[in-house]
């Protein structure tokens, strides 16, 4: 099946520091990347919709100048967590749809960890 | 209201047993359903799609009814491996690709 790799798998950080995160599709060419959040004990919630060379969708309530995301190549999404704070603490995956196939299934890249000090 | 709602459970189950669960849904006009599987601190995997008429992967049968707006899921045989986080996923045709995930339910399986 189709691979997705996200860098880092954790990260530590002190409050105020900015975090970039790596997803990229490994195999395939992905027409479209989400990025999620998921709080302990919690579901995903998409954060946003990212499409390559276009601006990235963002949920409700996600602040798009926070949480900063790139889609360069159609192997690459990029989310930056700018002045990253205790409460961003969460468990970060991204996701990837083929530009082929059944555009529907999404897969998953590892997550990231994140831990704001 | 949730658009997606499922029992977090959890569920224990001796190992060997069926156990079954569903899942609810809001949004009348979600086309897509999917089950998926999430372990401890993991990225959650694709289990199964779920099909109008119903399908059976091994173990696995999902099922939806659309009148009643819930899918569910059943495991036989439980193995002491099926203990995870089952996530019902829901797609909106108008929602593009993108999907709404249930809050899981916890399944345990004990020898």
């Known amino acids: 099946g189709a691979v997705v790799s996200q860098h880092p798998s954790r990260v530590i950080c002190k409050s105020g520091t900015s975090v970039k995160i790596e997803c990229r599709s490994l195999?395939?060419?992905?027409?479209?990347m989400f990025w999620y959040r998921q709080f302990p004990k919690q579901s995903l919630m998409l954060m946003a919709t990212?499409?390559?060379?276009?601006?990235?969708?963002?949920e409700q309530g996600v602040e798009k100048d926070k949480f900063l995301i790139n889609h360069a190549s159609l192997t690459l999404s990029t989310l930056t967590v700018t002045s990253a704070h205790p409460e961003d603490s969460s468990f970060y995956i991204c996701?990837?749809?083929?530009?082929?196939?059944?555009?529907?299934?999404?897969?998953f890249g590892p997550g990231t960890r994140l831990t704001v000090l | 209201r949730k658009e997606v709602e499922q029992d977090p459970g959890p569920f224990n189950v001796p190992e060997g047993a069926t156990v079954a669960f569903n899942c609810t849904y809001s949004?009348?006009?979600?086309?897509?359903f999917f089950w998926y599987r999430q372990d401890c601190r993991k990225e959650p995997k694709l289990l199964m799609s779920?099909?109008?008429s119903g399908n059976e992967d091994g173990r696995f049968t999902a099922q939806l009814n659309r009148a009643s707006q819930y899918i569910s899921l059943l495991i036989r045989d439980s193995k002491l491996s099926d203990s995870a986080t089952y996530l019902c996923?829901?797609?909106?045709?108008?929602?593009?690709?993108?999907?709404?995930f249930g809050g899981g339910t916890r399944v345990l399986v004990k020898p």
């Open positions: 949004n009348s006009a979600s086309q897509s």
């Open positions: 996923v829901v797609n909106a045709k108008a929602a593009g690709n993108k999907l709404t």
């Open positions: 779920v099909y109008s």
């Open positions: 996701s990837a749809t083929t530009t082929s196939g059944d555009v529907n299934t999404q897969y």
């Open positions: 990212s499409n390559e060379g276009s601006k990235a969708t963002y």
């Open positions: 195999d395939f060419q992905a027409t479209t």
